[in-house]
């Protein structure tokens, strides 16, 4: 079975901290995503990784970074929290090449103040 | 302009009572077509992927089913833990990123 696994399920920052989440997964899968999820807004793409050091700004890049040093780890980087980051943030990772279903991890819940 | 459509955006059924669940689409070339469900406070869980119209998959009380512009996730006697959001994604042929649907959030009452 695909495991994603991401480093917190509940986080609470304050406004103008530097955020970190990280999201693993264990099938040496090539591509690598991170989305947001809001009410009425529906899942929403960050930044995606299509290989080691690699990555693609999705729809809505803007106050996030990423990183991608290893095959099984994908960063996100909140460079100064605000309040309008709180939202549900989802891993997912999916093989290179073949099928195409991408496969989440658990969330985390992130609350800004 | 690729979009996805999914309808209704809520359905209450009683425990029992089959339905189906509908995701229209436009895209520039069909790679696949996805169904996940998300439960409340969680992630996505993958069900099923088509990629041909005509093509139909199944797993206990699902079934998906897909045409040219549209798929249908057909529930069954549902039970109260079918109860859950699900997503529909189509990847086009386009690009890496998926183009995702709003969800359907399916009630079912014991």
Same mark, same amino acid.
């Given at each position: 079975d695909v495991k994603v696994t991401q480093s917190s399920r509940y986080l609470v920052k304050r406004t103008g901290e530097k955020v970190f989440l990280e999201c693993v997964q264990d099938m040496d899968h090539e591509n690598m995503f991170w #989305?947001?999820?809001?009410?009425?807004?529906?899942?929403?793409?960050? #930044?995606?990784? #299509?290989?080691?050091?690699?990555?693609?700004?999705?729809?809505?890049?803007?106050? #996030? %970074?990423? %990183?991608?040093?290893?095959?099984?780890?994908? %960063?996100?980087?909140?460079?100064?929290?605000?309040?309008?980051?709180?939202s549900m943030y989802l891993c997912a990772s999916r093989t290179g090449g073949g099928s195409y279903e991408q496969y989440f991890g658990p969330g985390t819940r992130l609350t800004v103040t | 302009e690729d979009q996805v459509t999914q309808s209704p955006e809520a359905l209450r059924l009683q425990e029992g009572e089959s339905s189906s669940l509908n995701c229209s689409y436009t895209v520039s070339g069909l790679r696949g077509l996805f169904w996940y469900r998300q439960d409340p406070g969680k992630g996505p869980e993958f069900l099923f992927t088509l990629y041909s119209a005509g093509e139909e998959k199944e797993k206990e009380r699902l079934k998906a089913t897909l045409t040219k512009k549209e798929s249908f996730l057909h529930i069954t006697a549902p039970k109260p833990e079918d109860s859950a959001t699900y997503l529909c994604a189509v990847q086009p042929d386009s690009n890496y990123q998926l183009i995702w649907g709003a969800g359907t959030k399916l009630i079912i009452k014991p």
């Open positions: #989305y947001r999820q809001d009410p009425g807004l529906g899942l929403r793409l960050i #930044y995606f990784s #299509y290989d080691v050091k690699m990555k693609e700004k999705g729809d809505i890049p803007e106050g #996030y %970074s990423v %990183s991608r040093e290893k095959k099984e780890r994908f %960063s996100l980087i909140l460079e100064s929290a605000s309040t309008n980051q709180t | -």
